[in-house]
């Protein structure tokens, strides 16, 4: 029985994570930022910690509410999305929001959570929900400016964190086009597609992946 964190799990793509999880016998630890999540997460048999990974201080408490625990798989999932482009600016409290949550958060996150991957007997894996826009080689336009900007700086914070958690494997890994509330219904594949093949491709890493933009079947992003 593996421990699986999941940071940011109320709903959609964290969700499904607890509950494929759950349902294969593991112990997930999973967290959410109000009470209804919370209350998801807890039916579905995890145990679950209040956590807001927008709210510095809120994220900061991370490390001594998982005291003691070697975490095998720990995925950071929270992510919020941004439909602008560059024929405007952002405005600074929407580029605080889309940064706060999807760059900052993961990377007050990699300091406490990474040395408890480390400590795995099973060979810990520390994965980040990124996206293939923010692949700089394949930009096609500026649509979703922010959120573009946001998951190039999530990849690189990955693969630059990754030489000091050597004992570790960290990864960028796009979900694919996904049938969320940020995908939309016409998305090709299902939360639940898009979940079990990630979840193939994490019992998959190796030390070869280290710091590596992986697609959610396992390929390798080229020139990202």
């Known amino acids: 029985m593996a421990t699986v964190l999941v940071i940011g799990a109320s709903r959609g793509i964290g969700l499904e994570f607890v509950r494929q999880y759950a349902e294969a016998g593991d112990r997930v630890i999973a967290t959410a930022r109000d009470a209804a999540g919370l209350t998801r997460l807890r039916e579905l ?10 709210d510095p201080a809120s994220i900061s408490s991370l490390a001594w509410q ?7 798989i720990a995925l950071y999932v929270a992510g919020v999305w941004s439909g602008d482009d560059a024929q405007a600016p952002p405005t600074q409290p929407e580029f605080d929001r889309v940064m706060h949550t999807n760059v900052l958060g993961a990377m007050q996150a990699i ?11 099973r060979g810990g894996k520390f994965a980040f929900i990124s996206s ?7 930009a096609e336009s ?12 999530l990849n690189m914070a990955v693969a630059a964190a990754q030489h000091d958690y050597p004992r570790a494997v960290l990864v960028a890994l796009c979900p694919g086009w996904v049938q969320t ?5 016409g998305a090709p594949l299902s939360v639940a597609e898009s979940v ?14 280290q710091g590596s933009f992986l697609h959610h079947d396992g390929r390798r992003y080229d020139g990202w």
């Open 66 to 72: 998982l005291d003691g625990e070697e975490i095998d």
């Open 142 to 153: 500026s649509h979703g400016w922010t959120y573009r900007v946001s998951k190039a700086a």
């Open 45 to 54: 048999g995890a145990t679950s910690l209040k956590l807001d990974v927008a």
């Open 196 to 209: 079990s093949a990630m979840r193939r491709t994490l019992a998959n890493l190796t030390a070869e992946h």
């Open 111 to 121: 300091p406490q959570v990474a040395p408890l991957v480390e400590a795995s007997r």
């Open 181 to 185: 509330d940020m995908g939309g219904a």
């Open 132 to 138: 293939g826009m923010g692949q700089i080689g394949g």
